[in-house]
């Protein structure tokens, strides 16, 4: 008994230690599918948003839009109406979330403002611009600005 005794006092700090980092493993292994589904998450939230600004401010453009796209000429041939000829014909306000760039670059893509992540790594290059260093914050674009405009506005 004295053997046992001995053991556990002169053991019990690493078992102690050892019984938390499995509790802690176990814990998250049990919750690894919340943790990886997060982005996801963030990402249909950030959809969300912007569906909802949106479907407000078409609904107060419906009963003009008609005479604007007229005086204007604007077809709407990029991403939705958002751009026309890589050029911003409305005000956009975007959420970029933090983590990955891809991830951040989704949600401008989301808005319409890029066709694809090339389509931003492309304007970077060629704005001097490095795709990588995107910020996480909320922008408002204001029309009139070109992709390379925005580009440089994320990265700054």
């Not at 814990?27 to 919340?34: E, T």
């Not at 401010?57 to 751009?83: F, L, Q, R």
């Not at 979330?97 to 992540?117: K, M």
């Amino acid at each position: 008994m004295k053997f046992l005794k001995d053991f556990l006092y002169d053991k019990n700090d690493v078992l102690i230690a050892l019984i938390i980092l499995v509790l802690a493993g176990a814990l998250i292994v049990w919750r690894v599918d919340v943790i990886m589904e997060y982005p996801s998450t963030l990402v249909a939230e950030i959809d969300v948003s912007e569906t909802t600004d949106d479907t407000a401010e078409h609904a107060n453009e419906d009963t003009s839009s008609e005479t604007s796209s007229e005086e204007s000429g604007a077809t709407g041939s990029e991403s939705g109406g958002v751009m026309t000829d890589g050029i911003l014909n409305q005000e956009v306000t975007v959420t970029i979330p933090g983590g990955s760039a891809t991830g951040a670059v989704d949600a401008l893509i989301a808005a319409g403002l890029f066709e694809s992540y090339d389509d931003f790594v492309t304007t970077c290059q060629s704005s001097g611009c490095t795709p990588e260093n995107i910020k996480a914050t909320t922008y408002t674009f204001e029309a009139g600005m070109t992709k390379a405009d925005i580009a440089a506005k994320v990265t700054a």
